[in-house]
Nanobody, 117 residues
Framework: QVQLVESGGGLVQPGGSLRLSCVAS????????MGWYRQVPGKQRELVAH???????NYPDSVKGRFTISRDNAKNTVNLQMNSLKPEDTAVYYC???????????WGQGTQVTVSS
């Protein structure tokens, strides 16, 4: 199973930017699709960005044009560049790996993103 450690969260004003990073270990990183998820208390975790092993990206409408996911297979890292942040982006952000439609990672601690003036 893939172990994951997220970092890069913090407090930012509306309209600001943050860059999240996730380092994976425990398996061959390059064979997995990778996703960034977020969760707020009382709500289900939602996928906000996804990148396949081949580099194809996908985003929900809520973040499209503002968030960009990228991966560096040499560093076993997946990043999430978040621009034009809104208060509704406030959440704990997690990454995970998937393959053949099945999550393959252990959920990490996540990283808190707070968007507030």
């Amino acid at each position: 199973q893939v172990q994951l450690v997220e970092s890069g969260g913090g407090l930012v004003q509306p309209g600001g930017s943050l860059r999240l990073s996730c380092v994976a270990s425990g398996s061959i990183f390059s064979i997995y699709n990778m996703g960034w998820y977020r969760q707020v208390p009382g709500k289900q975790r939602e996928l906000v960005a996804h990148i396949t092993e081949g580099g194809t990206t996908n985003y929900p409408d809520s973040v499209k044009g503002r968030f960009t996911i990228s991966r560096d297979n040499a560093k076993n890292t997946v990043n999430l560049q978040m621009n034009s942040l809104k208060p509704e982006d406030t959440a704990v952000y997690y990454c995970n790996a998937d393959r053949n439609g099945v999550l393959r990672g252990s959920w990490g601690q996540g990283t808190q993103v707070t968007v507030s003036s």
